[in-house]
């Protein structure tokens, strides 16, 4: 579930591919490595809520590596 919901945030930037559930709408600039990481965050909070302290930990620390030009907010 978690690589699907990655895959199809992606995929809604890059649209190169079929969904596999659905196509959001996707912000101007956009990134693609932003919303992989928010995506991933997103579902394995719903899958493992216990676990949301070390989940948005380990989201903050990778979407810091993601650089605000490279679309990072647009893609949250």
Do not use: W
Not at 28 to 47: I, R
């Amino acid at each position: 579930m978690v690589h699907a919901a990655m895959f199809d945030a992606v995929n809604s930037i890059v649209r190169e591919f079929h969904p596999y559930a659905v196509r959001v709408p996707a912000a101007e600039g956009a990134s693609p490595e932003a919303a992989a990481v928010t995506a991933a965050h997103l579902a394995l909070v719903l899958l493992y809520p216990d676990q949301r302290g070390v989940l948005d930990a380990g989201s903050a620390a990778s979407l810091a590596l993601v650089p605000d030009d490279c679309g990072r907010d647009r893609s949250v």
